[in-house]
């Protein structure tokens, strides 16, 4: 069974159409790279399939391991198995990084029916992830994103992805905002966490993000459609020769 | 204002005076103060909105109740212990039940030397000429305060704190008040006094509670001086049941290189008035007011509070946040007044409250009112919903709506809770909050 399948789906925001019949199929392990220019509907399609106010879907579906999850609420789409790196991730002052993570690992945990993990428990794991992504520990004593650098903010995006354990990731633009060092340490923490379970669907402006994570299929996106898949082969070509061939104007 | 609101009050006041039963009866400025009292608050009656003081709080649900004085025969508790914030093996205990003290519920042995708390009522035969100087004397601006005159008819019994010079009392001195009513109204009117001696150190918990059904008044008045040097926390939850109804007016006064911190959160009552008026009135006085309230259904808590800057170099710093659900209402009125001469003030106040439902509202007045010319002072309010960001943040990462919301709304008070400055009471107050946003979830 295919771990995504997205059917002609069409969103709205405010009236104006901006996803517009979009098909995508992934299948368990696999990752997928989404390449389009400025204003294509990549990060819409992010929001859609997590769930975010102010998006209305008009048409089609999205099918998470063949179950629709459209009508489902955000905290139910996390619970089977589904997570967003964010794009910003949010500021949460007076919230520890913690106390966050031990409540996102038990709702989940809860809602699929499993026992809680007492503080012991969550605390060793939290360490080993740490440990397994190189995020220094004293930063799970800060409030949730609160002051930290663009570096730092990407880096625990993909640490609450290793501590929740999704099935599908959605990146969304995680290469934005990133020099190449801390781009480099980001995609490194990525590809830690590819396994053979979990499919990735890595949404992007530049070809940049994908010398690190080489996914197994590319495609672009442009006026809210896939117009074109194929290889990692094609990440290459779109560098090389820019949007314009879709009738857009060139890369930056 | 409505005579006949007034009238049991009259009743019950003569039927006291004339049974010559009220503690310190023989005591001429007693007798004078409780007369003072009764014939003031005849003249000002219960306050309508169109008082500005009182202009976002009505009290016609006060005014219809018929409250008998509470008497110590009132309170027959149903209570297997003393419910405390601090816990029951730490710090030193004081009870009152119904406004009265009880020796046998309170636990003061361990009070070390240079801490004196006795009930008002013992002061009274021990220490007259101690009450004497002090009562109704630290107050100021007390003529326009209805519930003041009326707790100067009525008051027989509170709190007597004294600090002596130099002594620091390490743990805190926790004092429960417990709202009792079963069978009927009951009103009580606890006269306090708290007096913090030269370069003294001292907590103070107030703790009300509430158990029954009946509806209750408590209308304190609390005197304080913070002498020279000295230090005074004190930290208030007032979580009295949704019948009950709590005033508290507070007089401060804040001496040279003296610091007033204060803390007062409301999670209970039907309608709760904390009305502190502190005056910083040596140079480098320094006083925090601040607090937090969590009000549902029908609850109404108002926070009226005044700050007086009367000489120069003195320091306020006031934050009042607040969560909404229901129905629920808040007032914040804050004035700030600085006197002509009181230069190099600095001063700052925050108002913040969230509102939780389309019904819920705050009214908020800040004033400030500057006479001196080189002052450093700011205030701010807002008033809003969750922010929409946060909540889907966290609810994309599997947290449910309503934890989420309060883990948010949690984080966004516990800034105001975190200035308090004892570890074990501010996870206390914490809790607290804790609790309140949790009984929301069912």
């Not at chain 2, 600090?163 to 079963?182: F, H, N, Q, S």
């Not at chain 2, 009135?281 to 029908?298: C, I, M, P, T, W």
Request: glycine share 8%; proline share 4%; hydrophobic share 40%.
């Amino acid at each position: 069974m295919a771990m995504l399948e997205i059917k002609d789906l069409r969103a709205e925001i405010e009236g104006t159409e901006i996803l517009k019949g979009l098909n995508l199929s992934m299948d368990p392990g696999e990752v997928h790279a989404i390449m389009g220019p400025n204003g294509s509907g990549k990060s819409t399609l992010a929001h859609v399939l997590t769930g975010r106010d102010g998006y209305e879907v008009t048409g089609g579906d999205a099918l998470f391991q063949g179950q629709s999850i459209l009508e489902m609420e955000p905290e139910e789409r996390a619970a089977v198995g589904l997570f967003l790196a964010f794009q910003y991730p949010v500021e949460i002052p007076g919230v520890t990084m913690t106390t966050f993570l031990k409540e996102a690992v038990n709702s989940i945990r809860k809602a699929r029916g499993e026992d809680e993990l007492d503080a012991m428990k969550f605390t060793k794991q939290l360490r080993e992830r740490c440990k397994l992504l190189n995020i220094p520990e004293d930063m799970m004593r800060r409030s949730v994103n609160t002051g930290f650098s663009g570096g730092e903010k990407k880096r625990a995006e993909v640490l609450q992805m290793a501590a929740l354990e999704p099935k599908l990731a959605v990146l969304d633009e995680t290469d934005s905002g990133l020099d190449i060092d801390a781009l480099k340490t980001v995609a490194d923490g990525v590809n830690r966490l590819r396994s053979p379970e979990r499919s990735m669907l890595v949404i992007t402006h530049y070809q940049r993000l994908l010398n690190y994570i080489v996914p197994d299929h590319v495609h672009v996106m442009v006026k809210g459609q896939i117009v074109k898949s194929g290889g990692k082969d094609l990440a290459h070509e779109l560098e090389a020769e820019g949007y314009a061939q879709f009738g857009e104007e060139k890369a930056a | 204002m409505s005579e006949s609101a007034l009238q049991p009050f009259h009743e019950q006041y003569t039927a006291l005076t004339n049974a010559g039963s009220l503690p310190g009866s023989a005591l001429p400025w007693l007798s004078n103060l409780r007369e003072r009292g009764m014939t003031r608050f005849d003249e000002l009656g219960f306050p309508t909105p169109r008082v500005e003081k009182w202009k976002y709080t009505n009290l016609r649900a006060l005014e219809r109740q018929v409250f008998h004085p509470a008497t110590t025969m009132t309170a027959s508790l149903g209570l297997d212990r003393v419910p405390t914030l601090i816990g029951e093996q730490a710090g030193h205990r004081a009870v009152f039940v119904n406004g009265r003290f009880r020796a046998e519920m309170s636990s003061l042995g361990r009070l070390p030397k240079g801490a004196k708390v006795m009930s008002f009522a013992q002061a009274l035969e021990a220490e007259p000429n101690l009450l004497a100087e002090e009562i109704d004397q630290i107050a100021e601006g007390q003529d326009e305060q209805p519930f003041y005159h009326l707790n100067c008819a009525f008051m027989q019994d509170g709190l007597v704190l004294h600090v002596e010079e130099g002594a620091k009392i390490e743990e805190p001195i926790e004092v429960v008040y417990l709202a009792a009513a079963d069978d009927e109204s009951l009103a009580y009117h606890p006269r306090h006094l708290i007096v913090a001696g030269k370069n003294s150190e001292a907590t103070l918990v107030e703790h009300h509670v509430g158990i029954g059904e009946a509806n209750t008044l408590a209308n304190h008045v609390t005197e304080i001086r913070v002498e020279p040097g000295a230090k005074l926390h004190h930290y208030k939850l007032n979580a009295e049941t949704d019948a009950a109804f709590h005033v508290s007016t507070l007089h401060a006064r804040v001496q040279e290189n003296a610091f007033y911190d204060s803390f007062t959160l409301t999670t209970g009552g039907q309608l709760s008035r904390n009305e502190p008026h502190v005056k910083l009135e040596g140079s480098f006085a320094d006083a925090r007011l601040n607090g937090a309230y969590l009000q549902r259904g029908k609850q109404h808590c108002d926070n009226t509070t005044l700050i007086e800057h009367a000489v120069p170099d003195t320091h306020c710093r006031e934050i009042f946040k607040g969560a909404l659900e229901g129905k629920g209402r808040a007032v914040f009125a804050g004035k700030l007044h600085v006197y002509p001469d009181a230069q190099r003030t600095d001063g700052n106040q925050l108002s913040r409250c969230l509102l939780l439902s389309n019904q819920a509202e705050i009214d908020t007045k800040p004033e400030l009112e500057i006479y001196a010319d080189d002052v450093v002072c700011s205030h701010g309010c807002t008033a809003g919903e969750l922010e929409k960001d946060p909540l889907f943040y966290l609810r994309s990462r599997g947290i449910p709506f309503p934890v989420a919301r309060r883990m948010m709304v949690e984080s966004f008070l516990a800034e105001v809770v975190q200035e308090i400055t004892t570890e074990d009471l501010r996870q206390a107050f914490l809790d607290r909050v804790t609790d309140w946003l949790s009984r929301s979830e069912q």
